[in-house]
């Protein structure tokens, strides 16, 4: 079946290294997007990327890092310099960034020890 | 810019009641507006939109209706079951990229037997 997998659905970091998580798509789609719940305040974009080799920052950027080096793929890094890394992860992407549709992942819950 | 506003949660009914969910949103130029329900431990999975003023999207018993001059889309559903509790998230989708979504809070419904 086609859809987007994310991995690992659950994670614990100890402060300071860095982790990432794996988000993966066949469906075709040619933008991918990042999204961050926290309890209460819904869904923040962190980063999207609307054809391969490139990608663009959201709201919350900062302490992130993305690669799209395949169509199908769209790694995240959460690196030691986000402050609050624990949170709900959501990986999600669309045909095309015209679309509003968006197709999501199961979501990756990280927590940092 | 845009945002959406959703009305607090947690809302609580019993099976067959009639339901309303607020929404109302500040956007620049015309944007699309979406539903999205996210189920207990699952990703966000689209459940209804509409793409210009006075469209009514409608799924699963489900409707709302964009309303430009109140800027309003509330989500409605006539008769509800268990199996619809879950959280329910307002976004619209705006600028130049159309999948770059902002999202409502989320508000939490539990439906009792």
């Known amino acids: 079946d086609g859809g987007i997998t994310q991995s690992p659905k659950y994670l614990f970091r100890k402060e300071g290294q860095n982790v990432t998580l794996s988000c993966e798509q066949n469906?075709?789609?040619?933008?991918m997007y990042w999204y961050r719940q926290d309890p209460g305040q819904g869904l923040r974009l962190i980063y999207y990327?609307?054809?391969?080799?490139?990608?663009q920052k959201g709201d919350i950027a900062e302490g992130y890092s993305v690669s799209r080096e395949k169509k199908e793929s769209f790694p995240l890094t959460v690196t030691s310099a986000q402050k609050n890394p624990t949170a709900f992860y959501l990986c999600a992407s669309s045909l095309t960034d015209r679309e509003g549709e968006l197709f999501f992942g199961e979501g990756s819950r990280l927590t940092v020890l | 810019g845009n945002s959406v506003t959703q009305m607090e949660g947690p809302v609580t009914l019993s099976e067959e009641a009639f339901l309303t969910i607020n929404c109302t949103y500040t956007a620049t130029g015309y944007p699309s507006l979406f539903w999205y329900v996210q189920y207990p431990g699952e990703g966000l999975q689209l459940l209804l939109k509409?793409?210009?003023?006075?469209d009514k999207g409608s799924n699963k018993g489900f409707e709302a209706t964009y309303r430009k001059e109140t800027t309003s889309f509330h989500l409605e559903k006539g008769s509800v079951q268990v199996s619809d509790s879950a959280v329910y998230f307002c976004?619209?989708?705006?600028?130049?990229?159309?999948?770059?979504?902002?999202f409502g809070r989320g508000t939490q419904l539990t439906v009792w037997p």
């Open positions: 990327s609307q054809i391969v080799n490139d990608f």
């Open positions: 509409a793409t210009k003023a006075d």
């Open positions: 469906l075709n789609h040619d933008a």
């Open positions: 976004a619209l989708s705006g600028g130049s990229t159309l999948g770059r979504l902002y």
